[in-house]
């Protein structure tokens, strides 16, 4: 077995909006990353197998799994974070204000990651029926609050952002 | 949990110097796409390589489109890209509708078409439908191109056939003609199907059944085919509704269905009749 330290990766990539460079090793997620290296403990670690959404972060305005998703691949593309949510004035994002609104989380553990995936969602299509909201979130697990009042601050959050375009 | 062990990522400026790699690092080297389940299996330490070959490094290894025939998918192409590709919606739809079924939004994010067969992992969408369907696989390796089938690629459980030094590159996936319904289904609970089951028929022009192509998959190491059921599934329209049932239990026959914790033998043997029937009547447009 080689000895040799594999080669560190010189990673940049914009990071809610601004740009960061970090050094890490190629078999480092992008979740160990964010956690151990920014201070950004918004994304949480749970099943580790893709199938919780817990770690869900924006990649490319996509949302992937950052507990498995190589910190190497997010080289110069755009990553979001539930802490790059609330806008320029600190006002939260209207989906963040619909989960709480709606009372869409209890423990909060699911929310950040259901609130990114939301957000990948309607910002693709703005205006979902409650059946793509259902197949869209059907990855992100939450133990709590049953799911309904997910869907309502979801479907809330469309209304919300639709007149707020005008 | 444990950080995944070291490795280092190379990334091939072509297929040539990818089979190169492959060629290179042996055992210690593997193709990485997505890692939706690569990079599973190397978290719980059921794999170890000390080097990825980042296959998307190699360009154009994405493309979905018409090549004579066929639709050609690339085997980089995600679960995404080809559920939201236009020519696979209007050529293939029942592949985009699969894709867009397929684990869940994160997984189809980055999850790769040509990842997802050479895990070979049993319960996998694509293969199922892909049999069905007559797909192609091309692999390309250090001495040239060849063409296997599904049933060739897809060696075992977890294991493909191709060489160590090949390359899957995309699927031929044959264009369906006017008279040909195609229909997949799948029953799932947990984060993985139980069951998939995928339906092709050819019709001739009074509606009956000139050829069925059916394949069932998730109970088995590879998906499977019955020679038996897919003659019982060709004929007029109303005999063939007659023999469902037996069709469906030559599928199960075939498959060798054991219990385990998704479900006894039994169960599955049930779920594949349900199955069938839906699919059939979802091809012969007899759900009004």
Known sequence: MSKDRPALVELRFELNGKDVAVECEPQQTLSEVLRGRLNLTGAKISCEVQVCGACTVLVDALPVSSCTYLAYEAQGRSVTTIEGLEGRDRTLHPIQQCFIDEFAFQCGFCTPGMILSAKALLDDNPDPTDDEIIHHMDGNLCRCTGYVPILKAIRKAAAVMKEARG | MMPLRRFAIHRPADLGEAAEMLDHYGDTGTLYAGGTELLLAMRHDLL??????DIKAVAGLDRVERRDGHLYIGAGATHRTIERSAVCRELLPVMSEMEANVANVRVRATGTLGGNLCFAEPHSDPATLLLALDGTARAQGKSGERMLSMDELLAGAYENSLAQDEVLTGVDVPLPGPSQRNAYLKFQVHERPL??????????????????????GCVSPTPCR???????????????EQRLQEAAAALADEAALTDDREGSAEYKRHLIGVLLHRAARKCLNRDG
């Open chain 2, 48 to 53: 170890r390589y000390e080097h990825l070959i």
């Open chain 2, 226 to 240: 019955s020679e038996a059921a897919e003659s019982l599934l060709a004929g007029p329209a109303d005999s063939v």
């Open chain 2, 195 to 216: 069951l998939g089951l995928a339906l092709s028929l050819e019709l001739d022009d009074g509606g009956d059944i000139r050829e069925a192509r059916c394949a069932i």
